[in-house]
């Protein structure tokens, strides 16, 4: 049977889910993923539907919508978190993919610091610099989609007071390794701060370190 050209899309964005589960980002029915589709004439993306286990999934249960909501390809809802993506991908014409997670470490540190600073050198070439926390704003709403762009501005990763993390990039695999790094990253800044007080990164490192992220995303 010959294949779809978004087939391949939809059991990428499935495997990334299930990463997502294997690497004890999510729980349950938490968490999103989704990539961008190319298409002329149009704005489209492959995404996971809302409330359903991803042991449960197959491919076919991958939806396929435009920018607009609009169905193309699927019969489950989408993930609430739609808005979010879209304006996401909006915003940032780099980015390829979305993994959102409730991932434990950053999600703590999402009620509890403003930020979670440069701290390790693979943090700020793979974010672009701090991960920022983005103001609460009700899931699912347009409104929480306009505060992640606002505080993401052009690094990978942001945490969602009250919520959880979000992570882009270039490609579903890329967004997958900035989730599963920012968890990492999260986990030692709550440690270090129970130990005493956090050293950032210097300054003038950061910003060298900035630039090489800004070369792989070209911004």
Same mark, same amino acid.
């Given at each position: 049977?010959?294949?779809?050209?978004?087939?391949?899309?939809?059991?990428? #964005?499935?495997?990334?889910?299930?990463?997502?589960?294997? *690497?004890? +980002?999510?729980?349950?029915?938490?968490?999103?993923?989704?990539?961008? +589709?190319?298409?002329?004439?149009?704005? +489209? *993306?492959?995404?996971?539907?809302?409330?359903?286990?991803?042991?449960?999934?197959?491919?076919?249960?991958?939806?396929?919508?435009?920018?607009?909501?609009?169905?193309?390809?699927?019969?489950?809802?989408?993930?609430?978190e739609?808005?979010?993506?879209?304006?996401?991908y909006?915003?940032?014409?780099?980015?390829?993919?979305?993994?959102?997670?409730?991932?434990? $470490?950053?999600t703590?540190?999402?009620?509890?610091?403003?930020?979670?600073?440069?701290?390790?050198?693979?943090?700020?070439?793979?974010?672009?610099?701090?991960?920022?926390?983005?103001? $609460?704003?009700? &899931?699912?709403?347009?409104?929480?989609?306009?505060?992640v762009?606002?505080? *993401?501005?052009?690094?990978?990763?942001?945490?969602?007071?009250?919520?959880?993390?979000?992570?882009?990039?270039?490609? *579903?695999?890329?967004a997958?390794?900035?989730?599963e790094?920012?968890?990492r990253?999260?986990?030692?800044?709550?440690?270090?701060? +129970?130990?005493? &007080?956090?050293?950032?990164l210097?300054?003038? #490192?950061?910003?060298?370190?900035?630039?090489? $992220?800004?070369?792989?995303?070209?911004?």
């Amino acid at each position: 049977m010959r294949k779809h050209p978004w087939d391949d899309a939809r059991e990428a #964005v499935l495997a990334t889910a299930l990463g997502t589960v294997r *690497l004890g +980002l999510v729980v349950g029915t938490s968490g999103n993923v989704s990539v961008r +589709l190319d298409q002329r004439g149009g704005d +489209l *993306l492959a995404i996971t539907p809302s409330g359903r286990l991803y042991s449960t999934l197959d491919s076919a249960d991958i939806l396929v919508c435009g920018f607009d909501g609009g169905m193309v390809q699927g019969e489950l809802p989408p993930s609430t978190e739609l808005p979010t993506h879209v304006a996401i991908y909006r915003a940032r014409p780099d980015v390829r993919a979305v993994v959102h997670t409730h991932s434990l $470490y950053a999600t703590v540190a999402a009620l509890a610091a403003p930020e979670i600073p440069p701290i390790v050198d693979e943090m700020v070439v793979a974010v672009g610099g701090a991960v920022k926390v983005a103001d $609460y704003g009700f &899931p699912g709403t347009e409104e929480l989609g306009a505060k992640v762009v606002a505080a *993401l501005g052009q690094r990978s990763a942001v945490l969602l007071q009250n919520h959880g993390l979000v992570a882009v990039g270039i490609s *579903l695999q890329d967004a997958l390794a900035v989730a599963e790094l920012v968890e990492r990253m999260a986990h030692i800044f709550i440690i270090a701060r +129970l130990l005493g &007080p956090v050293h950032p990164l210097a300054a003038e #490192v950061v910003e060298q370190e900035a630039q090489i $992220y800004r070369q792989r995303h070209s911004l």
